[in-house]
């Protein structure tokens, strides 16, 4: 007798039905071979991973007193007072209550649309954007409204327009999703006067900004952007930050911080409870006394280097119809292909010749991108940025010739 699989599906929640029935924007992710040198993913360089402070780090914290480390206990107070110190230095006036240790940028990002967004309400998110939240926000069943992104980040012209339009219309958008820092994926960083910009839309129009600052320290010149939290109407802005791209991204430790009520809210949703004191000690520890802005420092003379071998690769092997960002930190270069140089086909044949890139439509929730790419210098060696480049650009050049 054949046993007929049991239909588990049946007993999906409602939220759970619209997630599986959403197409995922992911399908145009590259098909790497295991011998592919990838430019695709913004991985962090493995060789800045800070291991000997980590070991360190991690005998202090078990030697001093193991107990409130390995059972059952809170969070580390001093990791919550350090980020807290941390937002104070750029100007913020920090109410601890209001913020939280989560699980990684990401975990709050997919908690918010939770808390905040019913199917057939609306949300703006930039085009393109991180493919991550892009995912996430389309599979709640929202409507989505892209804004393009310029060379100063959002387009805040569009984006008036738009909150014009839906106002109009008797729609109130549940947020607006920004990357003001080295956006991902084009690397752009908007200057002061749009962010007050950015921020004073907000608050005119009563909708929450997501301000994802993953790359806000990241610059290479070791400055930092002022904080969206620090300008009037501030009221309106959830800050997310993490430690993925300054510590490392197995570390999965990030914050958030924003109105007292959606913190309290996000709070209620962390069904999994507060981070685990052994991880949250252990980044306090390895944080303190400068070391972090000492390892930042680094970090961004390295990430400069692996940029401008980037950009020189670029330069050398690139057809001079695709045009690509130049940017001053973060972990990416975004181009803009020409009409015979659809990033979809692109991408197959340079895999062909050994190396990979993230097309542009996997950074869109509307389809749009197919003569676009992102290009990540973040993790490959130098050597294998060259050489992953050099051989893009020999794709695109067969790619033409079969035109």
Request: overall charge negative; proline content about 6%.
């Amino acid at each position: 007798m054949v046993r007929v699989p049991a239909d588990v599906s049946e007993l999906f929640s409602r939220d759970s039905r619209q997630i599986g029935e959403s197409e995922s924007i992911l399908h145009d992710l590259p098909n790497e071979q295991s011998q592919t040198i990838s430019l695709a993913y913004g991985d962090a360089d493995p060789t800045c991973f800070p291991i000997a402070a980590l070991v360190a780090g991690v005998e202090h914290i078990l030697s001093v007193n193991p107990d409130p480390i390995l059972n059952y206990a809170p969070p580390s107070a001093q990791l919550h007072e350090l980020v807290a110190t941390r937002l104070e230095r750029r100007g913020v006036a920090v109410d601890r209550s209001r913020l939280m240790i989560s699980h990684g940028s990401g975990h709050v990002l997919a908690l918010l649309p939770h808390i905040l967004v019913d199917v057939g309400d609306t949300i703006i998110v930039e085009g393109p954007s991180f493919l991550g939240a892009v995912e996430f926000f389309a599979s709640t069943g929202a409507t989505i409204e892209t804004i393009p992104v310029t060379e100063h980040g959002m387009d805040l012209d569009v984006l008036e327009a738009t909150l014009k339009r839906l106002r109009s219309a008797g729609i109130r958008p549940k947020f607006i999703y920004a990357i003001p820092t080295f956006q991902n994926p084009t690397g752009r960083l908007m200057p002061d006067h749009d962010r007050r910009r950015l921020v004073a839309l907000a608050a005119t129009y009563e909708v929450l900004l997501i301000d994802d600052d993953a790359y806000g320290d990241l610059h290479f010149d070791g400055s930092h952007a002022p904080s969206m939290l620090s300008y009037p109407g501030s009221e309106w802005v959830m800050h997310i930050g993490t430690f993925s791209k300054i510590l490392a991204p197995g570390v999965r430790t990030a914050w958030a911080y924003g109105p007292d009520a959606i913190m309290r809210r996000l709070r209620q949703w962390k069904s999994d409870g507060p981070n685990g004191p052994f991880m949250t000690h252990l980044v306090a520890r390895v944080s303190a006394d400068g070391w972090l802005d000492r390892h930042i420092a680094t970090l961004n003379q390295t990430y400069a280097h692996k940029y401008q071998v980037m950009r020189a690769a670029i330069d050398a092997h690139f057809p001079a119809d695709v045009v690509t960002t130049s940017v001053e930190g973060g972990f990416f270069v975004y181009g803009y292909l020409p009409a015979d140089l659809p990033a979809r086909p692109l991408v197959d044949v340079a895999i062909r010749h050994g190396a990979s890139f993230l097309p542009g439509t996997t950074c869109y929730a509307n389809g749009q991108g197919t003569h676009e790419m992102r290009l990540a210098f973040s993790y490959q060696s130098v050597e294998n940025i060259t050489t992953g480049i050099a051989r893009i650009g020999a794709a695109m050049r067969e790619l033409r010739a079969t035109r």
